[in-house]
């Protein structure tokens, strides 16, 4: 794939272009506001697989197109699909092959999550590092409102991300959060207007491509991995850590400039 050339599914359910260090997937299924089918699926899996394995990509941003960030899995694809439970669990788990490579990658991940996201959507701003939503977005569960229990990963991160006792509030209620109270939780990093959720998304995905992009990756990969480690093995990560950064070329000259202000002082 070239640094210039947009990329996609055959069906462009999903668009994919490296620019410049930062990877932007676009969930490009509007008419169905961006809701997962077995083609997104694929796509979703094969291209968050590739954004985490680039030795350019320093920054990945996710978006949709449309006036939704992602309405979950597509109820009607699912009640057409052949197979019934078991094919629907296995659509699951292809895209839970691209959350776990979000998750467990050391780059960065901004989600501009416009308008409503709803279901699965919200599995998908959970697996970013930092979500920038707008004004009038609306964020919730509503999983029980058609008989169906939580997906791709929102049971395992929305309790981490905003309390248990608020995670069971939003997933036994039909509830949408407003933009604001998804902040006060913690759901959500930044509310901006409406038509500027997807610049200062890629504002904040350049911050870290321009920036000390590695140690950023390292921040998110510590903080990412320490609620299934004990407290030792998490320190021991640490201090490996720490001591591999300054040794790179970018924290060698990081420092020296930061001694040499200080100097000047």
């Not at 078991?86 to 979000?102: C, P």
């Amino acid at each position: 794939m070239s640094e210039s050339q947009p990329e996609s599914s055959p069906a462009a359910v999903l668009l994919f272009e490296v620019r410049d260090g930062i990877a932007h997937l676009t969930l490009n299924r509007p008419g169905r506001l961006n809701a997962f089918d077995a083609d997104l699926a694929e796509a979703w899996a094969l291209a968050t697989t590739e954004a985490v394995g680039r030795e350019d990509v320093r920054a990945i941003l996710i978006s949709g197109s449309g006036r939704a960030f992602c309405a979950g899995g597509d109820v009607q694809a699912m009640s057409e699909m052949p197979g019934g439970g078991a094919a629907l669990s296995v659509l699951a788990e292809r895209i839970n092959v691209g959350i776990r490579a979000l998750l467990d990658s050391s780059i960065p991940v901004v989600t501009a999550a416009h308008g409503t996201t709803a279901g699965g959507g919200l599995g998908i701003l959970l697996a970013g590092d930092y979500a920038v939503v707008g004004e009038g977005s609306r964020i919730g569960s509503l999983y029980a409102n058609i008989g169906l229990t939580p997906d791709l990963s929102v049971s395992a991160l929305l309790g981490r991300a905003v309390g248990e006792r608020r995670a069971l509030q939003l997933t036994l209620q039909d509830r949408l959060l407003t933009a604001q109270e998804a902040r006060e939780w913690g759901l959500v990093a930044e509310v901006v207007p409406d038509g500027d959720v997807q610049a200062r998304a890629e504002r904040v995905a350049r911050f870290w491509a321009d920036g000390a992009a590695a140690a950023y990756g390292s921040a998110k990969r510590l903080v990412r991995a320490q609620p299934t480690r004990g407290i030792d093995e998490q320190l021991a990560d640490e201090a490996q850590s720490i001591g591999a950064a300054l040794d790179t070329p970018d924290a060698q000259a990081r420092v020296r400039a930061f001694v040499e202000r200080s100097a000047r002082r």
